[in-house]
């Protein structure tokens, strides 16, 4: 699996809120979910690459 570039990580923001994003780690693998409570958006990471997209995201079970 790869990972990310440190000082990618630290500049990427929720699409959709702007907010900071947490690592986590879903049933798939690795994710980054939002931070904000009004949005909470969680998006996959796919062999190091976060997929940013909005319809992509998804509420957190």
Known sequence: M?????WLREILRCPNC???LRDETGET??????TSDACGL???VDDGVPVL???????PV
């Open 18 to 20: 702007r907010s900071e």
């Open 2 to 6: 790869a990972t990310m570039e440190p």
């Open 53 to 59: 997209l909005v319809d992509e995201g998804r509420k």
């Open 29 to 34: 693998g690795p994710e980054l979910a939002c």
């Open 42 to 44: 969680v998006y996959r």
